[in-house]
């Protein structure tokens, strides 16, 4: 029985957002709430951009020139425009999942399957959270970094509850399939070639399935990585022209990865 095609399939789905993510490091805290771009250094300087960018250092409206005030536009862009974008990494990431749960795994152990209806549930959950992060009731989009256990976008924490997710999903199919194996074995004929005929099937169709759409996700990983790298550039921009902003360091992307 081919447990390896399981468990690798299904563990790339855990590695598929960490593939090509960037080399990025954050200090301090960043939140986005009704358009209000608020950054809290490591000093614990306040730097808020409103909807109509405008800058606030400690609740003093600054004066920019006209390459400052471009520069306050594209962080404030910039963000806004990363947190759906890193809202969507998790959330394919999570549907990839459900692909390997729902169509490959359901058709193999049954969609009326204990076993798929509970990861089902596991996964709807870390899907609830990342939308309860990202997004707020009205649908509009929002962040707040200190929800995440080390303030990064995708966090720590989520990505524990997603490696937890996708353990279950390992664990419990490989599981039931043993139980699948040794139900052929006692009430069958004993011949078990259908069975392996069918696992052989199992392991090209989650190929199938899955390996195009991690692509996907792998080539938005990418675009992901790149927004970062712009934010960074902007920002030590802004960090270099403007004493106020000194210390504005929120983002750092690795150099190798930069336009």
């Known amino acids: 029985m081919k447990q390896s095609v399981i468990a690798a399939s299904l563990l790339l789905l855990s590695g598929a957002v960490a593939a090509n993510e960037c080399d990025v490091s954050m200090n301090g805290q960043v939140s986005l709430m009704n358009n209000v771009l608020t950054v809290t250094t490591v000093d614990n300087d306040i730097i808020k951009i409103d909807a109509g960018e405008k800058l606030f250092v400690n609740g003093q409206r600054m004066d920019v020139d006209k390459n400052q005030e471009r520069w306050v536009s594209e962080y404030y862009n910039g963000i806004y425009n990363a947190v759906p974008e890193a809202a969507d990494l998790a959330l394919e990431g999570v549907a990839i999942a459900n692909v390997a749960v729902s169509e490959v795994l359901g058709n193999l152990l049954g969609t009326d399957s204990n076993a798929v209806e509970k990861i089902q549930s596991k996964l709807d959950d870390v899907k609830q959270k990342i939308e309860y992060n990202f997004y707020a009731d009205d649908g509009s989009i929002q962040l707040d970094s200190t929800n995440f256990s080390d303030g990064d976008f995708l966090g720590a924490q989520w990505e524990q509850d997603f490696e937890d997710t996708v353990e ?3 664990t419990a199919s490989i599981g039931h399939l043993m139980i699948a194996l040794g139900t052929e074995l006692i009430f069958g004929d004993g011949d078990t070639d259908d069975f392996s005929q069918r696992m052989d099937n199992f392991g ?25 790298a712009k934010i960074d550039i902007v920002e030590n921009n802004l960090q270099n022209s403007m004493q106020a902003l000194s210390g504005l360091n929120l983002i750092t992307v690795d150099s190798d990865r930069r336009m």
């Open 168 to 170: 279950e999903v390992v």
């Open 204 to 228: 090209q169709d989650i190929e199938q399935k899955i390996e195009a759409r991690a692509g996907n996700l792998e080539q938005k990983a990418d675009a992901f990585c790149m927004s970062l």
